[in-house]
């Protein structure tokens, strides 16, 4: 039986061709990384995969970082901060794994939906075809079609770029990872060798009893993955000390790679923004290079070097409290904290992120906010915590301490100013209240018959106009700006008058439907609040605009009370 892959295949003259023979030159000089993991899962795969595709761009090569989940879930969307940590918005409106945020803050590439692929979603593409009738009554199986799907995602996510990553979710060994591993091994014969590298991130842990590192685990996951035809060609050993020569030396001989193509990841001793710098040290991006016969300059590591500089010796201290619920979670406001350092290395300030439990706020009182040079109450879900987070907002506004709210913190912006303020004691969002008399923030009319809860929000980057005259637009600097969103509710214009003479000015609005963005709260020093997440644009080698602006008065508040 002759089965159509979809995949190119090479022509006569070294072009590249689809199997109906279409000439598909694009992917002519492209080249491919593939980052598995092996022993246990949270090795920082995410990470490792993000500082290579850094180091690439640090050698002027065009790079893609992309994401392949094997969980049913179509996407994250609507998985538990418990099970997920944060959902990661692009652009497009995909709801994507946290580790995209890694590949966007760590390389200057803009990823797509096309970047972000869960088994969910190749299930339901094949299954959708199957009943539209395309496999023309044949059986569906895993092999061929689940995996040409696989393989079809690997060529469309990385159009137009020197380069492309693909980091693989799960661990070498999970079941459901196995038609994932099965389509790059076919991949790799597709491309040619020469094409494709695999790197597998692997732990190399320190046995107390024994008073040394095993490398047995590393062996046992390289062997798993050489039973489904996969010979990873760079191992990155994540450890906690130094693996040494001897450790070095068996594992190059029993995982069967190069030597020079053992690495290690040791845990960063004060950001993750030191990891690029640790790899380079080690060449790692030399040995990618050589093996896949890439044409680029020598690599210009300055850029990472800064930004280490200025978190290493920073010449202010800060400390700000981020109100939420879900504060205990490492993963949950990861965009988030990343972003006030990012906001932190702007104005050369080392920022304390304190973690507030807004639920503690509502029974214990204020004794934590005290002291805090900003406080921040990132977005969320739910009524768990809201009362906490108001009170956190008023304690900002009447001390006058810089506050910074992003999309449920806008809104919260809102509802304490309607009620302290404006005394409408009972404004709230029908969120939390749908029977409140001042729906101060609200559902829209195309919003309300949404019964689906996967998609359905208001998602994806969208326009603002910004308020001449507001900090924001000083922020920005510019007048129209683009801002990623996530949520169904929305500010009530039906207040915006009572708002804005009581002092509440909106800083920006949507040019196209009118929707307010952006609320300011006049004669404080920094109290803005924002419907959408600028914590998916920052970047540490260029901050957020707004982060840097909020860190900025939160460095004046602390020099003014010392
Ligand atoms: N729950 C709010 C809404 O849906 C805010 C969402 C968010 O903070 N992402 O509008």
């Not at 790679?257 to 080690?282: K, N, T, W």
């Not at 749908?434 to 101060?440: A, E, K, R, S």
């Amino acid at each position: 039986m002759k089965v159509q892959t979809g995949l190119p295949s090479r022509g006569p003259a070294g072009l590249i061709f689809f199997a109906e023979f279409t000439p598909c030159p694009t992917y002519f000089f492209m080249k491919y990384i593939f980052v598995t993991g092996g022993v246990i899962s949270s090795l920082g795969k995410g990470l490792t995969a993000a500082s290579l595709g850094a180091l690439l761009e640090c050698r002027g090569l065009k790079v893609r970082i992309q994401k392949f989940d094997p969980y049913l879930n179509v996407d994250p969307g609507t998985m538990s901060p418990y099970q997920h940590g944060e959902v990661y918005v692009l652009n497009d409106g995909a709801e994507t794994d946290l580790d995209l945020g890694h590949y966007e803050r760590f390389t200057s590439g803009v990823l797509s939906r096309l970047n972000s692929l869960s088994s969910g979603q190749v299930y339901e593409t094949v299954i959708q075809k199957e009943r539209r009738g395309d496999y023309l009554g044949k059986t569906v199986q895993v092999i061929p079609h689940i995996t040409n799907e696989i393989k079809d995602r690997i060529l469309k996510g990385g159009d137009g770029v020197d380069v492309l990553i693909t980091e693989i979710g799960g661990t070498t060994g999970d079941i459901e990872g196995l038609p994932f591993l099965e389509a790059l091994r076919q991949f790799q014969h597709d491309a040619g060798r020469e094409n494709v590298v695999f790197l597998h991130c692997t732990l190399v842990p320190f046995i107390k009893a024994a008073g040394e590192l095993k490398t047995k685990p590393s062996q046992q996951s390289v062997a798993k993955l050489r039973e489904i035809g996969i010979q990873p060609d760079l191992l990155v050993c994540r450890t906690d000390r130094p693996i040494g020569e001897e450790n070095r030396q068996k594992l190059s001989l029993y995982c069967n790679v190069g030597l020079d193509a053992v690495f290690e990841c040791r845990d960063v001793e004060h950001s993750i923004y030191e990891l690029p710098m640790q790899l380079a040290e080690q060449r790692i991006d030399d040995v990618v290079v050589k093996r896949l016969g890439l044409q680029c300059g020598p690599i210009d590591i300055a850029p990472w070097r800064e930004i280490v500089r200025r978190l290493l010796e920073p010449k202010y201290r800060v400390r700000v409290g981020v109100v939420g619920k879900y504060i205990e979670l490492q993963d949950a406001y990861k965009s988030v904290y990343e972003s006030i350092v990012h906001g932190g290395i702007a104005n050369e300030a080392a920022v304390e992120i304190v973690r507030i439990d807004a639920e503690d706020l509502e029974t214990k009182g204020t004794a934590q906010l005290e002291g805090l040079d900003g406080i921040l109450v990132p977005g969320g879900f739910g009524n768990r915590g809201i009362e906490g987070k108001i009170i956190a907002a008023r304690f900002a506004r009447e001390r006058k301490i810089p506050f910074y709210g992003l999309c449920l913190g806008m809104q919260i912006t809102v509802i304490e100013f309607a009620r302290h303020v404006l005394g409408l004691k009972e404004a709230h969002s029908t969120e939390f209240n749908p029977q409140t008399p001042d729906p101060v923030i609200h559902l829209m009319e195309s919003q309300k018959s949404v019964v689906t809860k996967g998609g359905t929000m208001r998602l994806g980057q969208f326009d603002c106009a910004l308020t001449p005259g507001s900090k924001s637009r000083a922020a920005y600097g510019q007048d129209l700006i683009q801002e990623r969103h996530r949520h169904r509710f929305e500010y009530n214009d039906a207040y915006r008058s009572k708002l804005e003479a009581a002092g509440l000015i909106v800083g920006g609005t949507n040019p196209q439907s009118g929707l307010v963005e952006i609320v300011e709260v006049q004669d404080h020093p920094f109290m803005v609040g924002v419907q959408y997440h600028p914590e998916f644009q920052s970047k540490p080698n260029r901050p957020h605009p707004l982060f840097a602006a909020f860190i900025k008065a939160a460095v004046v508040k602390s020099q003014s009370s010392c």
